[in-house]
């Protein structure tokens, strides 16, 4: 199956370039092509009418099946949230509970352009079976800690989910120093030895938690887990708004990096990351949303306008973080931020995961800054398409290859019947 | 021309009420019935199919033809962003330019759910023309300031420009302290004790401006305005984000409104207002987008998010601001900051200014908690259609009324014009 896509402004996202007029071929789920117009044969050709093409986003950190909590238990501070209102209720959750609720948030992640996502949540199995079957590209992320019961399931889930599709995977992952102890933490770096394996973890996403684990060890997160030898395969914290200089010093040593999830820190005032500091060291920034229930929406045109704005605002520099570094972060950072390699760009021989920005709408208007346009007045309404593994999941509005309806309906029940504790 | 609006989620905004499931009937531009399913015969019905019907948000405070130079000077400090590169090419502006520049920015009101705007901009004449052909609501405001010339303009638009159009109105402000001395100043007040009218102004957005206002006269611009009569009658600022406890006191005295404008004042790190502190004051806030060159887009989502989310931060408390809240300060705080007191309901008797919530989209669902979706998780791409006046301007993406193409093009022409200094 080829397709050729045609009058279309591409941003490659290879370098900070100029933005080529012309054509994307694709045959299966590699881009064969990027140039000027070179008409041919296909066995689809789509206009793309003077609009945008560019890497899909990458939704580095989330826990799509918390779609069941949207709107049930707003205005908490973390700690309450988590432990009075989230874990009564993830327990009475199934795995066919995930595999819906992750659905939905699937759903949510084409109308804004996310071509995939890491994904911590409780039945990984259930959500790469979601997302095979959606055509989502998912790397599940275990949320290892104290309650998790032996380490061996990660290991097992580890071997099981990783090589068994193309479009998932399965990254080792503890849920946080918080929720683990100390015998926890040496399990787990055991097995990151073992398989030479990186770590993904929250770490110092609140004031609290940050200084409750230095009460605790006289250490950071970030210095305890490097004494533990968790970081020597590398690794990605999520959140990092509360990490001090010489965390950053670990993270550069180490080739740490971080994602910034500023929705969902703001909403539950967390705090705002030293985004240009991570900058500064050179440490990798992507982008996540963090779950449905902390943000509580799964759009990254807000995590853009957020991940800038708010350091603008910390910085009291209205030049801090250009719109460049943010699609950066968007686009390719969070691809290896996720142990991708392959869909962080539009160039030859990559994964054909590709959304259209349709500058028709008058947000997009005029066209003076075309980069500039899309971060700072984008919005969820542009994107007009958007594909993964060469296969177009959305257009014009419409969903191709789920019924979004059925999961609606599910997703209701399924929270209805979640809802008491 | 009678429409009913049946099978709708009803947001009436009279209280924070139950959603009553219904009908709203429309005779012209006025709502005739709100309530439970009463079928009759009408010339247009329209099944809302479970989706939330809601009073248009208020954009209380914008400069619409400053579509021109959208992502043309970003990355400035307010100050350098006004002097060195807004003001040189404003001096190049026509009215015509203004009149297509003005409904580009309307077009993106629309697809946003705004049914109504406060305007401050440089040729009000050509700001109403564009509004009352376009089918927009829209208060416009002078920028009176020390390079304006004689105050007699001001009140030749005040006379001319009110009563004109039911759609459009003219309001008595200043551009700000910074850009008047004191003779424009006393000039002004003059002038609204003439006609007993509130002023409206930017007030103290940045730090930089209230601090040299008090090395001026020892005096903030709040304590100022006072002392030279400007709230005799009332009146609105725009921004507010350094006000000081004193000043909030002649707010509460005066019966003084505040507009926020959370989405220009994080881009151009202008700090975050103390939303928390008026409510407790008891000072009616509102929202604006400012005008698309310091924002850079019209998004209410955008703006609701933010006030909230950026509250929450500032006074590092998630539970600051519930989202009822700030769906007042969107739909009913905005209509009385730009002194209109018959769009902010629905209800019997009240204009027909009216937006469908699309809740057949993922962002919506689960249906848990329907105004907390709205603030925490809605998206532009939810706004289904958009009425003014009884007339359907908006609906699935599609404009009607407008040729959306041609607005484009105007202002691309308008914007190469303007560019170089």
């Known amino acids: 199956m080829t397709k050729r896509l045609y009058n279309a402004r591409i941003i490659t996202m290879l370098r900070d370039e100029d933005i080529i007029e012309g054509d994307i071929h694709i045959d299966g789920n590699r881009i064969t092509y990027v140039g000027p117009s070179k008409p041919g044969t296909f066995d689809e050709e789509i206009d793309c009418e003077g609009n945008v093409l560019l890497p899909g986003f990458k939704n580095a950190h989330t ?15 973390l700690q309450d949230w988590l432990f009075q209102e989230i874990f009564p209720r993830e327990d009475k959750m199934t795995g066919e509970d995930i595999f819906w609720l992750s659905k ?11 071509t995939a996502c890491a994904d911590m949540y409780l039945t990984p199995e259930t959500t790469a079976e979601a997302a095979e079957q959606f055509g989502m590209r998912c790397q599940m992320v275990s949320g290892f800690n104290k309650f998790s019961g032996p380490i061996d399931i990660v290991e097992k889930r580890f071997n099981e989910l990783n090589g068994r599709n193309p479009l998932t995977g399965f990254l080792m992952g503890l849920h946080a120093e918080y929720t683990c102890d100390k015998s926890t933490l040496e399990a787990m770096s055991e097995l990151l030895h073992k398989y030479k394996a990186p770590l993904y973890v929250h770490m110092s996403e609140t004031k609290t938690e940050h200084e409750e684990c230095k009460g605790r060890y006289n250490l950071t997160p970030m210095a305890l887990f490097d004494e533990l030898g968790l970081w020597d395969f590398g690794g990605t914290i999520y959140h990092g708004v509360w990490v001090e200089d010489a965390d950053m010093d670990i993270m550069k040593k180490r080739g740490i990096r971080v994602v910034s999830n500023p929705g969902s820190n703001t909403k539950l005032a967390s705090g705002i990351a030293p985004i240009t500091k991570y900058m500064q060291k050179g440490i990798e920034i992507s982008l996540g949303t963090d779950g449905p229930s902390s943000n509580n929406c799964l759009d990254f045109f807000r995590e853009m306008f957020l991940v800038t704005g708010l350091a603008k605002l910390r910085d009291n520099d209205p030049k801090a973080v250009d719109a460049y570094e943010v699609l950066k972060m968007a686009c390719v950072n969070g691809a290896h931020a996720m142990g991708l390699f392959d869909n962080d760009a539009l160039a030859e021989g990559k994964l054909a995961d590709i959304i259209m920005i349709d500058m028709h709408q008058p947000n997009m208007q005029p066209i003076l800054n075309i980069k500039k346009n899309i971060v700072y007045s984008g919005s969820k309404s542009n994107i007009k398409m958007t594909m993964i593994d060469g296969r177009i999941l959305y257009r014009d509005g419409r969903f191709i290859g789920t019924d979004a309806e059925e999961v609606y309906e599910k997703c209701n029940e399924i929270t209805a019947r979640l809802k008491d504790i």
């Open 104 to 114: 939905l948030a699937f759903l949510e992640y084409l109308t804004s352009g996310i």
């Open 63 to 77: 826990h799509s099946g918390m779609t069941a909590f949207r709107s049930l238990a707003d205005d908490l501070n």
